[in-house]
Structure formats: structure tokens, C-alpha cells
């Protein structure tokens, strides 16, 4: 019988930044956004994503472990990344926010960069704008 996995693919196991950030932090706990002057809170945790509770209304926001577990490769080999978060369809080119936008069409890179900062897979430079890379050895 097909499931629509593919081979390889074994959904019970957690990849590296999923096991980082499920380590680092606890559903529930409230994160400050990349400049201060916001928070969001770590909702839940799926096997398919993480949730982020999001702005003023707490907006249920699932972004796919898929998406996360890209985020090293996508940085390896390159020094500063924009987190580049626009409040549109679009993105700027080659930002953490053109990367995620490709699963999740909604603003979410800043909040990201602090979860992955928070479980050490990054690195935040919170001067404008706002850049991250990859932390050594990982």
C-alpha cells in the first residue's frame, strides 16, 4: 500500500533543528521578537510542524519541520542572510523570508530566527537590517 511517503522519509524521527528546538524550548514559552519590541509564544509542537502563536490575536501559525530542517543547508557556505521579513506576497531575494514563504505564505522570519537562535542553530546581528548565519560546527 502506498502512504505517499517516500523512502527515507520516516515521519517518527526528528531531524537536527527540530531536536535542537524541541530541546531549547517548551510549548508555552513566550519569545521577543528579533528587535524587542514584540513577543510571540511557542504553541505546540506536531509531527509535521512547529506551531507559533502570532501578533496581537495570537494568530495559529503551523510551519512544517521541512521548512526548518532546510534552514543550515540554505545557510551553509554563506556569511550574513538578510532575515529580510516583508508583509507581502513577495520577498526579498535571497532572504530567510524568500526561503520560508515557499511553505508558508505569511510573514514568519523574524519569529523563526529566534526560535532557531534560542536553540543555538543561529546567529541574530539585530542591527538594521536585521541579518542571521549559520553557527560554527553546525
Do not use: C
Not at 510549548?27 to 502570532?54: E, K
Not at 526548518?68 to 540554505?74: A, K, M, S
Amino acid at each position: 500500500m502506498d502512504t505517499g511517503r517516500r523512502l527515507g522519509q520516516d515521519r517518527s524521527v526528528a531531524g537536527r533543528v527540530e531536536t535542537a528546538v524541541r530541546a531549547a524550548i517548551t510549548p508555552g514559552d513566550v519569545l521577543a521578537t528579533p528587535s524587542g519590541r514584540g513577543q510571540f509564544t511557542i504553541a505546540r509542537y506536531t509531527t509535521d510542524s512547529l506551531v507559533l502563536l502570532l501578533g496581537e490575536n495570537e494568530a495559529w501559525t503551523p510551519l512544517p519541520w521541512k521548512a526548518l530542517e532546510e534552514i543550515p543547508d540554505f545557510l551553509r557556505g554563506r556569511n550574513w542572510v538578510l532575515i529580510g521579513g516583508v508583509y507581502s506576497a513577495g520577498s526579498r531575494q535571497g532572504s530567510l523570508d524568500e526561503h520560508l514563504k515557499r511553505y508558508k505564505k505569511t510573514v514568519t522570519a523574524g519569529w523563526v530566527a529566534v526560535v532557531l537562535e534560542k536553540a543555538a542553530v543561529i546567529t541574530i546581528d539585530r542591527s538594521r537590517p536585521a541579518q542571521i548565519k549559520l553557527r560554527a560546527g553546525y
